[in-house]
């Protein structure tokens, strides 16, 4: 599974967090204040456990770079 995103960051800290994490304690990458392209990506879901939904060989690839301004509009 893919999903991309452009995100705008104006504080220069991104937050990364999974569905079970408490922004206070998530993981703070420090960045350049600006536009920036995202990219998740996961692997392997057809191996977690459908019973428990927490043991498998999945694993998960995070991608950041830095996009260009969006054109200004005419």
Excluded: N
Excluded at 19 to 44: E, H, I, K
């Amino acid at each position: 599974m893919q999903c991309s995103a452009d995100i705008t960051c104006s504080s220069g800290q991104l937050k990364v967090l999974g569905c079970t994490d408490c922004l206070p304690d998530a993981f703070t990458l420090r960045t350049l204040a600006g536009r920036y392209g995202v990219a998740f990506l996961s692997f392997g879901l057809g191996t977690i456990d459908p019973v428990g939904g927490l043991l498998g060989d999945d694993s998960y690839a995070l991608h950041l770079w830095s996009a260009a301004a969006p054109p200004e509009p005419t």
